[in-house]
């Protein structure tokens, strides 16, 4: 079975773009968590996803988005992109929301520079 | 509010020595709690987890973690070190949903 799959894999952009990261979770899990790693903050959670409803969110600005579509297939959206958005962005899926007897699946990320 | 704390951001070891690295967690609930492993340049992958089963929990790669209640701690033990657990490693805390709450992470070095 497929793992956890995040595209693309490295993205550069520049202050004040916008950026869509997508992740496709490992097929029959439709709960999708997004996560973003930094050096300075560590690992924080973003939002979860299930049923194309966000059932979760952390505590980050409104220029962080996300969506998932019918397929469990998730995209997050950064808007107007600052420096300190650069980051290791991780997704991770799960067959059912509050999966705590089952595992997270994570996937490699999408490392996001922001120049 | 859930946090783990992690002691030590870096711990170092001798290859074949043991392998001790400490997570203590705050929780208004039963926690769940997790030990994760980053390698460079990947994702992170799970070594075990605690879900109230039984206390001392066994995952992969000889790694094992006994929850302490009375200590409110869920450190990450392993006999024998080896060259390719070196690593960076996250304990995690959650409430039964699919958020974590990651500790800062404490980066392994294993020396031969």
């Known amino acids: 079975k497929a793992g956890v799959t995040q595209t693309p894999r490295y993205l550069i952009k520049t202050r004040g773009q916008q950026v869509t990261l997508s992740c496709s979770p490992i097929s029959g899990h439709r709960s999708v968590s997004w996560y973003q790693q930094t050096p300075g903050q560590g690992l924080q959670f973003l939002f979860e996803y299930f049923s194309e409803t966000q059932r979760n969110k952390g505590n980050f600005p409104g220029r962080f988005s996300g969506r998932q579509f019918s397929n469990s297939r998730s995209e997050m959206n950064v808007s107007t992109l600052e420096l300190g958005d650069s980051a290791l962005y991780l997704c991770a899926s799960s067959p059912y929301p509050g999966s705590s007897t089952d595992t997270q699946y994570f996937g490699p990320g999408t490392r996001l520079t922001v120049l | 509010a859930q946090s783990v704390t992690q002691l030590g951001s870096h711990v170092s070891v001798s290859e074949g020595a043991l392998v001790l690295l400490r997570c203590n967690y705050s929780s208004s609930v039963p926690p769940y709690l997790f030990w994760y492993v980053q390698y460079p340049n990947q994702g992170l992958q799970l070594l075990l987890k605690?879900?109230?089963?039984?206390?001392l929990v066994k995952g992969i790669n000889g790694f094992e973690a006994e929850f302490k209640k009375s200590e409110t701690s869920f450190h990450l033990t392993k006999p024998s070190a080896h060259m390719s657990d070196a690593a960076e490693y996250f304990c995690?805390?959650?409430?039964?949903?699919?958020?974590?709450?990651f500790g800062t992470g404490t980066r392994l070095q294993v020396f031969p």
């Open positions: 995690a805390v959650s409430d039964n949903t699919d958020k974590l709450i």
């Open positions: 605690y879900t109230s089963a039984a206390t």
